[in-house]
């Protein structure tokens, strides 16, 4: 699917699509329809009755394969944690489940591991099965550990003739320069709010503009609401005790969660900030104006702990101790 803000981005991708290299990046913040835009490029390279500058036909054998996931010349490569939430159908069901080290993991991993990019050579250095491309399609990309990265360095390096490289980055600056460098970038944008409002309010969000600003401008990450924010909420988890706070959110085990969790409750302190300075909230609708210089110092001083988690809630640490670390700075 691509997403009408992604449109006139795809229609310039598909009149240069047979002058592009081995290897695609595309790049942009999360939300915004990256990975449905991938899957639609590696359609349309795998398309067997399409024409120069058109997309997908849909109806050939390739397209039909494609849409059962069941394509023998595409490979979708993501950590085992997002293949596990059901974001997408794991193409390596019979992979062991180690890390890099070798050791056995007890849990999906969060990461794409140098194991799951060594599979890679197997499949790409085969003959196509339908005497066309083999498509490598790695979501998101940033996750890859350093021994995953420096051996796709070397597949981009020396890549076998007919395989295509499809990156998707919710951060390409996490990605080693050298990798960046061998990809044919394709940068999407947040949208303008009028276009990813309209498209809210017609998939039945309500207070599509509220939702909106509140996850950055990111239209899917507002349809979500994989967290349930609102000020009240939010402001209940303030007032509880530890007790409560551990049973409201001990069920937090993904780290994605764990981020949507720490930004809203950024959002919420910024918001806070605002109001005790006597301005407007800008996330959340919440009454009160005004306040003292304590208060407003108390919630900068929490907004600025909280973007010191942002960057690491991601990481492969102990989520409930995570969790606990985070409360017990900021409650």
């Not at 390279?45 to 054998?61: K, M």
């Not at 007890?106 to 591991?113: D, M, Q, V």
């Not at 980055?169 to 460098?181: E, W």
Request: with cysteine; aromatic share 6%.
């Amino acid at each position: 699917m691509i997403h009408p803000w992604n449109a006139d981005a795809w229609q310039a991708l598909l009149g240069r699509l047979e002058r592009l290299p081995h290897a695609i990046l595309i790049s942009g913040p999360q939300g915004i329809g990256k990975f449905e835009f991938s899957q639609e490029l590696a359609k349309r390279l795998l398309c067997e009755s399409s024409v120069p500058g058109a997309q997908a036909c849909g109806i050939c054998e390739g397209c039909r394969w494609f849409g059962a996931q069941t394509h023998p010349d595409f490979r979708l490569i993501e950590p085992e944690a997002l293949s596990s939430q059901g974001g997408a159908v794991a193409q390596n069901d019979d992979a062991e489940e180690k890390s890099d080290a070798g050791t056995k993991r007890g849990k999906p991993s969060s990461e794409i591991r140098v194991e799951q990019i060594r599979e890679l050579a197997d499949f790409l250095n085969i003959g196509s099965h339908r005497a066309g491309r083999r498509i490598a399609l790695l979501h998101p990309a940033e996750r890859m550990t350093q021994n995953a990265a420096n051996s796709l360095l070397k597949a981009l390096e020396e890549p076998p003739s007919g395989a295509v490289f499809i990156l998707v980055a919710h951060n390409a600056a996490h990605l080693l320069p050298t990798i960046r460098s061998r990809c044919a970038s394709v940068t999407l944008r947040v949208p303008a709010s009028e276009i990813a409002a309209d498209w809210l309010t017609a998939q039945g969000v309500a207070n599509a503009d509220r939702w909106l600003k509140f996850y950055g401008g990111a239209p899917l990450l507002a349809r979500e609401k994989l967290v349930a924010v609102r000020a009240d909420s939010l402001a209940a988890l303030f007032r509880a005790s530890a007790v409560e706070r551990r049973r409201l959110y001990g069920t937090l085990k993904e780290r994605d969660d764990i981020l949507r969790l720490v930004d809203a409750l950024q959002k919420y302190a910024l918001d806070r900030a605002l109001v005790a300075a006597g301005a407007a909230p800008r996330y959340l609708q919440m009454k009160g104006a005004g306040g003292s210089r304590q208060d407003l110092r108390k919630w900068v001083h929490i907004a600025r702990r909280l973007g010191h988690y942002r960057p690491i809630a991601t990481h492969p640490l102990n989520s409930s101790l995570l969790i606990n670390q985070i409360f017990s700075e900021i409650f």
